[in-house]
């Protein structure tokens, strides 16, 4: 079985300074991890994913995350926030195979102010 | 990236009459596509898992009934909501496989019953 908890609901920041979503996740396997986000009344867009390979991933739109088995961790982070960042992020686990179902987080509301 | 397309991207129709959603992969071929169903400020819940040329596999407590699922082509999903209510009234997502470890998701769809 596998889950993913986003420990914020929301995270307000103002423009230009550092973002951080956190996910934990838990898995029997191995995982496949993603970021996913979603603006309003739009469909998700993937951001980074990371997949065995290395543990630091860099996304789209200056996004990145880290990997950290010892803490089933895989944050998100990005240096300076854009308006434009304001959106919900999900983060999302998946079994080695990437076949099965993904499973989703609850969603993180990023709210950035000028 | 990949893209995904659905139509229509909003709809509105009486109660009681069916609804049909197209899911598109464009520049890919999907042997396995996803449709996923989402509540306002909630997160993505999956409701099937499409099969080309195969009958679809609900999730736990959706009727297969009322939402009817077709993967006709490698290319081509359809989710139709037979007879639909207004607790019908959604935000529908499906999904696509291009490779063994991403999904990529389409723009969504609003399905309004009144």
């Known amino acids: 079985a596998q889950s993913v908890t986003q420990l914020d609901s929301h995270v307000s920041v103002s423009e230009g300074t550092p973002v951080l979503l956190r996910c934990n996740y838990s898995s029997s396997y191995s995982p496949s991890l993603f970021w996913y986000v979603q603006h309003p009344n739009k469909g998700l867009q993937l951001l980074l994913k990371?997949?065995?390979?290395?543990?630091l991933v860099k996304g789209i739109n200056g996004f990145e995350a880290e990997f950290k088995k010892s803490e089933t961790s895989f944050h998100l982070t990005k240096p300076s926030a854009h308006m434009s960042d304001a959106a919900e992020y999900f983060c999302v686990v998946s079994d080695p195979s990437g076949y099965s179902t993904l499973t989703f987080g609850k969603g993180t509301m990023l709210l950035v102010s000028p | 990236g990949a893209v995904v397309s659905q139509h229509p991207s909003w709809v509105i129709c009486k109660s009681g009459t069916s609804v049909k959603i197209e899911c598109r992969s464009l520049?890919?071929?999907?042997?396995?596509m996803f449709w996923y169903r989402q509540f306002p400020k909630q997160s993505l819940m999956l409701m099937a898992t499409?099969?080309?040329?195969?009958?679809?596999?609900?999730e736990q407590g959706v009727e297969k009934d009322k939402f009817l699922i077709n993967h006709a082509s490698l290319t081509l999903s359809t989710l139709t909501v037979t007879s639909a209510h207004p607790e019908d009234s959604s935000f529908y997502i499906c999904?696509?496989?291009?490779?063994?470890?991403?999904?990529?998701f389409g723009p969504g769809t609003r399905l309004l019953v009144l």
């Open positions: 990371y997949t065995s390979a290395a543990t």
């Open positions: 499409s099969n080309e040329g195969s009958k679809a596999t609900y």
């Open positions: 520049d890919f071929q999907a042997t396995t």
């Open positions: 999904s696509a496989h291009r490779d063994q470890e991403t999904q990529y």
